[in-house]
């Protein structure tokens, strides 16, 4: 289904991809809202899944109107994710160091292109091990605009020099797979969370299960 050859460059997104660092986010909105005395229910937070954060902010103040106290918000759910996180650790999603281990096998470049700004990816990646893995990592920092504007996918191809036409994407959320589409690249959708939105389906060139998947694409 897939030929590696095809490619010359890989480009990974973070969040629900590499690593399942949305399910700790997701726990974290949900208690800082009831000790606020909001209800943030499963389906309200993935749909922040993908997003980078100031569209975040606006959905929830979209959801919860004027009087919603984002500052006091964000200070509660960034104090609670770091208990869980530093109890629980960052667990890395499955296939990605099999996958991997076979791009670098076949002297592949590889980027990590996320939503997140870098300072979080950072240590979202060290709270994993990966904190040594990626050489290139292109944050929300590094754009203007986040996903689904393509700018972060165009500035990683950039950045390993690299037409984003000959690079593959691999993406969890429908932002970054319409994201990849409008900057060029081939974009394979492995989805974090279900139901699995139509609309993304339309976007993606391939949709695969997850990371394991991809690899045994790559070498059938």
């Given at each position: 289904?897939l ?11 973070m969040?629900?991809l590499?690593?399942?660092?949305e399910?700790t986010?997701f ?9 606020l005395?909001y ?18 902010k ?5 959801e ?16 609670l994710?770091?208990?869980?996180v ?9 296939g ?10 076949q002297?592949?470049p590889?980027?990590?292109?996320t939503?997140?700004r ?7 990646l060290?709270?994993a091990?990966?904190?040594?893995v990626?050489a290139t ?15 972060i ?7 390993l ?16 797979i ?13 989805p974090?969370?279900?139901p ?25």
């Amino acid at each position: 289904m897939l030929d590696l050859a095809n490619f010359s460059a890989v480009i990974f997104d973070m969040d629900g991809l590499v690593l399942d660092t949305e399910a700790t986010y997701f726990i974290a909105w949900q208690q800082a809202g009831s000790q606020l005395g909001y209800t943030l229910s499963d389906e309200f937070c993935q749909s922040f899944s993908g997003l980078n954060g100031d569209a975040i902010k606006q959905k929830l103040m979209a959801e919860f109107g004027a009087n919603f106290d984002l500052p006091h918000f964000n200070q509660t759910a960034n104090k609670l994710w770091r208990e869980y996180v530093n109890r629980n650790g960052i667990e890395v999603k499955r296939g990605f160091k099999e996958l991997l281990a076979f791009i670098n096998q076949q002297q592949l470049p590889y980027c990590l292109a996320t939503n997140s700004r870098a300072i979080n990816a950072l240590e979202c990646l060290e709270l994993a091990g990966l904190n040594d893995v990626f050489a290139t990592i292109i944050s929300r920092d590094d754009v203007i605009n986040g996903k689904p504007a393509p700018d972060i996918f165009l500035k990683a191809a950039d950045s390993l020099g690299i037409p984003i036409q000959q690079c593959l994407v691999l993406e969890d959320s429908h932002a970054g797979i319409v994201a990849a589409r409008k900057a060029g690249a081939f974009a394979v959708f492995i989805p974090s969370i279900l139901p699995i939105d139509p609309l993304t389906l339309a976007h993606c060139d391939v949709m695969l299960p997850d990371l394991i998947n991809v690899l045994e694409s790559f070498r059938a």
